[in-house]
T-cell receptor, first 115, second 115 residues
């Protein structure tokens, strides 16, 4: 079974600085998708960024970018120019490419942004 | 686009009672998902519908859990004979398929507390 591991339960960053959240996963599949979701306190989860495993180019969305290392099964999220509104739980998630719609989530990393 | 709506937002019940949660997805989304999130954990997949058909179901979904999506619109998740271990946030999400991985839009969740 696929597993997703987020080894940092909590991280903190100064406003305007850069922070990297780690995620590793375990799978025997070659085709799959990876996601980072953000869950602000008492608010719904929203997609931050996604990566298709067949794409070698790392995904970017404005201040958010990923470092996708397929061989190492690593998928880290970099947040540049951190803002107070970035404070949230961040979940890494995996979805296989074999037709299952199931997302497997990590336990999350709580990000605090200090002014 | 009014987002994914979940009701009730909070439910407190006594052990052994039945509870039902409702999810109204985004109107043009034909896919609907239920996840369960316990404190300190990432969401766990429960089940998935495409239109009215329940296509995937987790082993986490015991016989006490049932989900329906009549007419492919709203969905209900019923838990019979609730147990304290059922206390969790129940998240609903919906998506519209396009090329590549589906992007899920989550609701705010329904929090269940079983006394």
């Amino acid at each position: 079974a696929q597993t997703v591991t987020q080894s940092q339960p909590e991280m903190s960053v100064q406003e305007a600085e850069t922070v990297t959240l780690s995620c590793t996963y375990d799978t025997s599949e070659s085709d799959y998708y990876l996601f980072w979701y953000k869950q602000p306190p008492s608010r719904q989860m929203i997609l931050v960024i996604r990566q298709e495993a067949y794409k070698q180019q790392n995904a970017t969305e404005n201040r958010f970018s990923v470092n996708f290392q397929k061989a190492a099964k690593s998928f880290s999220l970099k947040i540049s120019d951190s803002q107070l509104g970035d404070a949230a739980m961040y979940f890494c998630a995996y979805r296989g490419g074999g037709g299952s719609e199931k997302l497997v989530f990590g336990k999350g990393t709580k990000l605090t942004v200090n002014p | 686009d009014t987002g994914v709506s979940q009701n009730p937002r909070h439910k407190i019940t006594k052990r052994g009672q039945n509870v039902t949660f409702r999810c109204d997805p985004i109107s043009e989304h034909n896919r609907l998902y239920w996840y369960r999130q316990t404190l300190g954990q990432g969401p766990e997949f429960l089940t998935y519908f495409q239109n009215e058909a329940q296509l995937e179901k987790s082993r986490l979904l015991s016989d006490r859990f049932s989900a329906e999506r009549p007419k492919g619109s709203f969905s209900t998740l019923e838990i019979q004979r609730t147990e304290q271990g059922d206390s969790a946030m129940y998240l609903c999400a919906s998506s519209r398929r396009y090329s590549g991985a589906n992007v899920l839009t989550f609701g705010a969740g329904s929090r269940l507390t079983v006394l």
